[in-house]
């Protein structure tokens, strides 16, 4: 099973090297809009996880430089995001309130949702 995760995991990064999107061409001005916005943001990942896959193609995107904790490798982002976190799960996004306190982000379609908010971008109203 491990090995078969492995293959996955390996076919996974390669596609995604393959296909990464474009970042788009930001002014100096948005840059540093945007280097503000994220710094207080951290997103602990398993590397060849679809859904952290999923979350850092948007980011990219979206010209958005989070910063990326390896939870697979590093114990102490791994110790950090099960007992401060929650859950040893990922995606997680970190985020850094002004009191130094931290609130923590599970789940891929919601972290992308609340990024995309930082900067002004609203998902489209559903349809009726
Ligand atoms: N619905 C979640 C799925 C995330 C997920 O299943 N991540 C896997 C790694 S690919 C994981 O952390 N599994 C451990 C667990 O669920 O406890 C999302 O979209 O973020």
């Known amino acids: ?3 078969v995760r492995f293959i996955l995991g390996r076919i996974i990064l390669l596609i ?3 296909t990464r999107p474009k970042k788009p061409a930001l002014s100096a001005e948005e840059v540093a809009n945007y280097a503000a916005i994220t710094a207080p943001l951290a997103l602990y990942e398993f ?3 679809p859904f952290c896959v999923k979350v850092k193609r ?3 995107r979206r010209g958005l430089e989070i910063e990326l904790r390896n939870a697979k490798k590093d ?3 791994r110790k950090q995001l099960a ?3 929650g859950k040893l799960k990922a ?4 985020i850094k309130s ?3 306190s931290h609130t923590w982000l599970y789940e891929s379609d919601d972290i992308i949702a609340y990024v995309d908010s930082l900067i002004g971008i609203t998902p489209p109203a559903a349809a009726h």
């Open 16 to 18: 995604d090297f393959l």
């Open 58 to 60: 948007h980011f990219r």
């Open 98 to 100: 002004d009191d130094g």
């Open 83 to 85: 007992e401060d976190g």
């Open 91 to 94: 995606p997680c996004l970190r």
């Open 75 to 77: 114990i102490v982002y």
């Open 47 to 49: 590397p060849s996880c």
């Open 1 to 3: 099973m491990a090995v």
